[in-house]
């Protein structure tokens, strides 16, 4: 009887699937979060419970990464004191202000591996020419995540710009190595900005430039 059950099951999902069982169901909700994300920079003052970061940060770390090295790291500020000390000098600063909690996206710029095609030597510490796109992924999952949850967020510049990054490596005890990539408040939001119309046919080249 299980066995019939399962076959059932098997076919029914099948046939449902147009014959691929690999077939994702169709989510259209995961394109409401993506075309409905806007830079958010006003927030309530509001706390961004531990349990909402949790979630954010698992989607940064759901984010795709060469050779699976995962060189992303997160510094996540809660405190309102330490935020308004470490971000609420430079430009711009007043969303920090008013943030619930703040995720610095940082990137480990080496990583210890053996070098390709040399099972068997020996790891080596050498430079993961992939830590940007690793941590530019994570950091938009992060932020689809936050507008998700109802949140709100922008991407702030880290690096390359050294004047941003080298006071809040210092000031937050980041160890050489490992740079800040972006900064992004997180908060309760006090507007909702119009996603911008991004789309440009002409950005696009079918089939050949
Ligand atoms: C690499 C990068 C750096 C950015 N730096 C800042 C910044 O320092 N301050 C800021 O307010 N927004 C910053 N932004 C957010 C952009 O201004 C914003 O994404 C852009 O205007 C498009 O608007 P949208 O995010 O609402 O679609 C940055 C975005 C990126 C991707």
């Known amino acids: 009887m299980k066995k019939i059950l399962v076959l059932v099951a098997v076919i029914a999902t099948v046939l449902v699937s147009g014959g691929n069982t690999f077939a994702q169901t169709k989510n259209t909700a995961a394109l409401d979060v993506i075309m409905s994300r806007a830079s958010v920079r006003n927030f309530t003052g509001e706390a961004v419970t531990k349990e909402q970061l949790e979630i954010i940060l698992k989607a940064g770390m759901a984010a795709p990464t060469a050779m699976n090295i995962q060189p992303w790291r997160f510094v996540v500020v809660t405190d309102k004191e330490k935020i308004a000390e470490v971000f ?3 430009p711009r600063s ?7 909690a703040v995720i610095v996206v940082c990137g480990e710029t080496t990583v210890k591996r053996k070098p390709f095609g040399q099972p068997d030597a020996p790891e080596q510490e050498m430079p993961n020419m992939f830590w940007y796109e690793d941590c530019c992924a994570a950091a938009e999952n992060i932020l689809l995540a936050v507008n998700a949850l109802g949140l709100g967020a922008v991407w702030t510049a880290g690096y390359p710009a050294e004047e941003r990054v080298a006071p809040i490596a210092e000031k937050l005890g980041i160890p050489t190595g490992v740079v800040p990539l972006c900064i992004i408040p997180v908060g309760v939001p006090t507007e909702k900005p119009t996603p ?3 789309w440009k046919p002409e950005n696009i080249h079918w089939e050949k430039w």
Do not use: S
Not at 94 to 100: D, S
């Open 88 to 90: 609420g000098a430079g």
């Open 94 to 100: 007043g969303m920090f202000k008013t943030a619930g």
């Open 196 to 198: 911008k119309d991004k």
